[in-house]
């Protein structure tokens, strides 16, 4: 990894650390190196909230790969919790990216138990859209093609 992507990792990790993040090296290292990509077409705009944030830390700041799961998560989650719940010098965007990863059952993931393949499988299933951050309990009502906006607005209700 070249040294600008180290600086910007560490930086991305800062944004929704809450102390669990040293037990998750493996994860989060593969998330920031998996590309994102989106079924709807809803979902473009959490690509470019997470490709803003490398303008955040260095303007000019560029990868080689579009925006990374990791970067869209953390932007979905900074931007949810600044929108919708934070007051102003409030935000704690931390408890919703470990609450989706947790949605996505890859909080089982950490170091000591990373097993690459049944993370990729994991990891897959949200891309293809066929795992969600949130299903609601209501038998036969999937969100998984919802955008990912809307899940984690009703994974809120639900939880809040």
Partial sequence: MKSDDCKYFRWLVAQIDNGDAA???HLL???????YTWNNEMDRNRAADGLYL???FKPGYRREIGCSILEMLVALSVRFEHDVMGEPGDEDAARW?????RQLDLDIYA??????????ALIRAFLNGEKSI????ISGHKLSHSDLWYQLGALANEHF
């Avoid at 170091?111 to 990729?120: G, I, R, S, T």
């Fill in 111 to 120: 170091d000591e138990n990373y097993d690459f393949v049944a993370v990729d």
């Fill in 29 to 35: 290292n593969d998330l920031f190196d998996i590309e």
């Fill in 54 to 56: 490398r303008n955040e």
């Fill in 134 to 137: 949130f299903e609601p309990k």
């Fill in 23 to 25: 037990h998750y090296g």
């Fill in 97 to 101: 990216f470990w609450l989706i990863l």
